[in-house]
Nanobody, 120 residues
Framework: QVQLVESGGGLVQAGGSLRLSCAAS????????MGWYRQAPGKQRDLVAQ???????DYADSVKGRFTISRDNAKNTVYLQMNNLKPEDTAVYYC??????????????WGQGTQVTVSS
């Protein structure tokens, strides 16, 4: 079983910054995609940013130029640096990690979610 532990959410004023972390632990042979999603009240869960094992990254248009995703493969950890935060960034942020427990046993796991609130 693979567990994800998120940290770093909180309350910040508009224009401020936060850094989210998500550490994966358990039986892991390799990790492919690591990403962050967010879900605001009454809305669907949407992709914010993701990174692959090859180093490519992808961002939602609404966060390009403000958010940066990075990963530490040695620690099985993914980060989301969020700068110039806006009230519309307020949501619960979830990390997602996909990989393999063994050569033929893939997994996809979600973090528990961390609240990010941006005040105007």
């Amino acid at each position: 079983q693979v567990q994800l532990v998120e940290s770093g959410g909180g309350l910040v004023q508009a224009g401020g910054s936060l850094r989210l972390s998500c550490a994966a632990s358990g039986s892991i042979v390799s990790i492919g995609v690591m990403g962050w999603y967010r879900q605001a009240p009454g809305k669907q869960r949407d992709l914010v940013a993701q990174t692959t094992s090859g180093g490519s990254t992808d961002y939602a248009d609404s966060v390009k130029g403000r958010f940066t995703i990075s990963r530490d493969n040695a620690k099985n950890t993914v980060y989301l640096q969020m700068n110039n935060l806006k009230p519309e960034d307020t949501a619960v942020y979830y990390c997602y990690v996909a990989g393999f427990r063994t050569i033929s046993n893939p997994f996809g796991s979600w973090g528990q979610g961390t609240q990010v609130t941006v005040s105007s």
